[in-house]
């Protein structure tokens, strides 16, 4: 038998290239054990940086528990394989320990979309409302907030301040702003941003897909429009879907987030089929990839040179981050109270 590679050339690219990869994960163990340092990853981020993070006794979870992991975690160093923020309320909460980033230009477009200086104008226009900040935001916005919140407890605490009568600001995501002021009734003015991830979701497409698959359930993430949210049967954040996903009795699933998650999906929920929520309108030829670009940025190799040259490092204004910590420490006790962080969100 002729055993001669047709390609022998790219065979051998191949096995370097593999053999590359498994070098530089060894040397990551090692440089997280020499540096008293941990990976925490979010689920979008690429699924070897996930699967590092869990192999090293790090952490891969949605932006809240992340926040909550780093905080608890006795490591002085934290590696936050995510997005600028991610990195920042790391910071925030944990002033003592050094916080690396693979690279700081993983920004959110809800973050960009708020700038400090219009949101606190925007804010001091309106003295008379609790102002609500996503996790998705600068320092300098979280430290002008009264509550910093995630996807997995936005509903709660709007429930919560409704129930104290409190008006609230909310901002920058007017979708799950809208959903969550549909939700709770609360009476809620919302700031302009969105995903720009969430946003390419399309409602007629996913209409189409539901018909295609009539068995399959729509999990989807409260950034996403209205329109999209109306067809779901399942809205949460991260977390929230992923449990979904397990619990669920369904074994097909239409899933409307970043493609990022279905790494996580597959491994919680083996044998079950899961389909991307469609990007494109009908019969468009154009479509978006549902990845983050910027969660994109996030590799082994990024990671390596961090913890190699000790930079990039998050490094944020001392009395910008005193006052950021108010907030983002009510959202962590909050979260606690409430047990959040799985399920009981909306239809979940
Ligand atoms: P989660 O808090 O649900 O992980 O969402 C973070 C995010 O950026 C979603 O796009
Ligand atoms: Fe921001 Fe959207 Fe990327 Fe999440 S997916 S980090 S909300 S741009």
């Not at 409704?162 to 799950?176: C, F, Q, V, Y």
């Not at 809208?178 to 969430?198: F, K, N, P, T």
């Not at 018909?211 to 409260?222: C, N, S, T």
């Not at 449990?243 to 999906?265: C, E, P, W, Y």
Request: aromatic residues 6%.
């Amino acid at each position: 038998m002729n055993t001669t590679h047709p390609m022998p050339g790219l065979m051998r690219t191949q096995s370097v290239t593999a053999l590359d990869q498994a070098r530089r994960i060894q040397r990551i163990k090692k440089l997280l054990a020499e540096h008293n340092a941990v990976l925490v990853a979010h689920y979008y981020t690429d699924a070897d940086l996930q699967a590092l993070a869990e192999e090293t006794g790090g952490y891969v979870s949605d932006s809240l528990d992340m926040a909550r992991y780093g905080h608890e975690h006795k490591a002085t160093t934290l590696v936050v394989a995510g997005v600028r923020f991610m990195g920042e309320t790391a910071k925030i909460l944990n002033p003592e320990k050094r916080v690396l980033m693979p690279t700081l230009e993983a920004t959110c477009s809800l973050d960009e979309s708020c700038p400090a200086d219009a949101f606190q104008a925007f804010c001091d226009a309106h003295p008379d409302r609790t102002v609500v900040v996503y996790a998705n935001t600068s320092a300098a916005v979280k430290a002008r907030a009264d509550w910093v919140v995630t996807s997995s407890i936005a509903l709660r605490l709007a429930r919560h301040l409704a129930s104290r009568g409190e008006k609230i600001l909310w901002a920058p995501d007017r979708h799950l702003g809208a959903y969550v002021r549909q939700e709770s009734g609360a009476d809620m003015l919302l700031w302009r941003g969105s995903c720009i991830v969430h946003d390419e979701f399309r409602a007629e497409a996913l209409l189409d897909l539901k018909e295609r698959y009539p068995d399959a359930d729509v999990l989807a993430h409260p950034e996403s429009s209205a329109e999209v949210l109306a067809l779901a049967d399942m809205i949460g954040s991260t977390t929230a879907m992923i449990k979904a996903a397990q619990t669920r009795s369904a074994r097909r699933f239409i899933v409307a987030t970043d493609n990022g998650i279905l790494h996580k999906m597959r491994q919680a929920a083996p044998g079950k089929e899961f389909l991307e929520a469609p990007t494109g309108g009908r019969g468009a030829t154009c479509k978006s990839c549902a990845h983050c670009p910027w969660m994109a940025m996030n590799s082994l190799a990024s990671v390596e040179t961090a913890l190699t040259t000790g930079g990039p490092e998050i490094r944020i204004e001392e009395s910008v981050r005193q006052r950021a910590l108010k907030p983002v420490m009510r959202m962590l006790e909050f979260a606690a109270s409430q047990k959040a962080g799985v399920l009981g969100f909306g239809n979940a």
